[in-house]
């Protein structure tokens, strides 16, 4: 068996070896991601990574932000503030009227908004004035015709650029045209390369408007063939020099509407319609409203046993006070009134600052004074009525009504 040993070593290198010629000869087959998500962090042929990042070369004084939000609830860019560009790219554009009314608000107050769209909603059509035609999804939906249908070609028109230029690459088109335009507020700016305008300018206010109706044109993929990295130079040359914020939109990428109307993910039907994707936690939550349901018909019939109400406690012993303050008060007996007054204002003193009340001279008035920090005179005047009380045969209303006034503010600052 040992003298068979080498034999089978080298058997077996020599298929290992005849195995890794043939394996490594053959060429890894790559096959292109046809993915069409128009996001800004994918790098594949048909994401925006290209020209949401080129964006600071083209404007390196300017600052970029993201927009999630529906136009007028962005946290970025403002409708109020000019110097500003939004760009929105995506399959469709499907603003409702408020939507559309906040972004043309946008523009008035001095901004540029720039639209790439191969849908747009009624709303859109109706404020900027002109009509889309059908889509082009002729490379979308069959991949296997010729080559020249399968490809996008693109054109500016001079003015504004400063010369007539074409741009093509051979993927995917999904694009449309405008068949009727009104040439008396819109400026054609660019076509297809079937000579169909493509490309509108649309003044409002101090603002700019730009819709261009083949999205694919901002790839990876067309912008990285050839050169056609011009082409987007060529639009972004259209936004003011001095932008200082550039808002890139995806807020209507991610929209989810129907018939032009908005989001109903807002709502609480909305967020049920999601609940509701899941099949085990639709019968969950249908299981829960109806025991909830038959929980209120069993239960509705139970009488709740009846609850005593409670009055609040009365302080009687202010009652008193106050009754027998109105006694003396009825019988014209104010200097008996005034007495008690002064009982009561002698114990404050002693149990509240422990000073004697026998002797109610000036080393009283001054000790008072240095313990409650009140007016050496108002203390002063509450000593003088005390002692001029106990002498006096009679104390008139208005004697007791200021003595009564001077206690209250010598308690209240106590």
């Known amino acids: 068996m040992k003298k068979y040993i080498p034999y089978i070593l080298i058997a077996t290198a020599a298929i290992a070896t005849l195995v890794l010629l043939f394996t490594g000869s053959k060429k890894t087959e790559r096959r292109l991601d046809e993915r069409i998500t128009f996001l800004k962090k994918d790098k594949i042929p048909y994401g925006l990574y290209v020209a949401y990042h080129d964006l600071k070369f083209f404007f390196p004084r300017a600052s970029v932000y993201d927009v999630q939000n529906e136009p007028g609830d962005w946290d ?36 540029d908004l720039f639209i790439s769209s191969a849908l747009i909603s009624d709303a859109a059509e109706s404020i900027i004035g002109n009509h889309t035609g059908f889509l082009n999804m002729v490379s979308l939906a069959n991949p296997g015709h010729d080559e020249e249908e399968d490809s996008l070609g693109v054109s500016l028109f001079h003015p504004p650029f400063e010369k007539n230029s074409n741009y093509f690459y051979p993927g995917k088109k999904m694009n449309s045209w405008f068949y009727q335009t009104d040439t008396v507020t819109t400026d054609v ?23 261009h109706l083949a999205p694919m044109a901002f790839s990876n993929y067309f912008l990285l063939y050839k050169n056609n990295i011009r082409f987007y130079e060529s639009i972004l040359s ?33 967020l049920l319609s999601v609940l509701f994707r899941y099949p085990g936690l639709k019968t969950a939550l249908l299981t829960a409203f109806v025991s909830l349901l038959l929980y209120l018909l069993v239960e509705s019939g139970r009488k709740q046993r009846y609850i005593p109400v409670i009055s609040k406690p009365k302080n009687d012993s202010l009652d008193f006070v106050q009754t027998i303050g109105r006694l003396y008060y009825d019988r014209g007996d104010h200097k008996n009134l005034c007495k008690k007054m002064s009982s009561y204002f002698l114990e404050h003193v002693r149990n509240h600052y422990k000073l004697p009340t026998g002797k109610l001279d000036d080393d009283f008035i001054k000790t008072l004074q240095f313990k409650t920090g009140c007016d050496e005179k108002e ?31 010598f308690y209240k600052k106590v």
């Open 379 to 409: 203390i002063r005047e509450i000593v003088f009525f005390i002692r001029y009380a106990d002498d006096a045969i009679t104390i008139s209303d208005d004697e007791l009504v200021k003595f009564h006034q001077q206690l209250e503010s």
């Open 189 to 211: 700016i660019g076509s297809d390369n079937l000579r169909r305008n493509n490309f509108i300018h649309l003044k409002a206010g101090k603002g700019n408007l730009y819709v």
């Open 76 to 111: 970025s860019i403002s409708i109020e503030d000019s110097k500003q560009a939004l760009i929105i790219i995506t399959p469709q554009f499907y603003p409702d009227e408020y939507e559309m009314k906040k972004l043309v608000d946008f523009v008035k107050n001095g901004n």
């Open 238 to 270: 259209l936004f003011d020099p001095g932008t200082t914020k550039i808002g890139w939109d995806e807020y209507f990428l991610k929209k989810r509407f129907h018939g032009g109307e908005r989001s109903r993910e807002k709502s609480g039907l909305g």
